[in-house]
């Protein structure tokens, strides 16, 4: 994911979006705006805490969207046409090649654990 951000952050028409957007006087006035809000050790507090919870449903939502794929794959294995179509799938090696890519990729360990 960090590679990704990073090919982004290098592309010279995201870096020219960018530098537009940084010199626009709606981006000005909310760096300040929110520059004075954090001054103030209260309001600071109170956005903090409101970024902790929203973080912390989103973790939750990509949990239970996790969870959601997995009951669903499960509940798809009782039907007779999807398990003939992955014995098919399983008995082709450049599926076999692209499955075992996957399990190696550590997004899809995140994955596999947000299941967990």
């Given at each position: 994911m960090m590679a990704a951000a990073k090919e982004m952050m290098d592309n010279p028409t995201f870096?020219?979006?960018?530098?537009k957007l940084s010199e626009s006087k709606e981006f000005k006035e909310s760096i300040k705006k929110t520059t004075e809000t954090l001054k103030d050790p209260n309001q600071a507090a109170k956005l903090e805490a409101k970024m902790e919870h929203m973080l912390k449903r989103g973790e939750d939502d990509l949990k239970k969207g996790a969870l959601n794929s997995m009951e669903e794959a499960m509940a798809s294995m009782s039907d007779p046409n999807v398990m003939a179509e992955m014995?098919?799938?399983?008995?082709?090696p450049q599926f076999k090649a692209q499955l075992k890519a996957m399990t190696q990729d550590p997004k899809f360990k995140d994955y596999v654990g947000a299941v967990r």
């Open positions: 870096q020219k979006q960018m530098k014995s098919k799938m399983m008995s082709d």
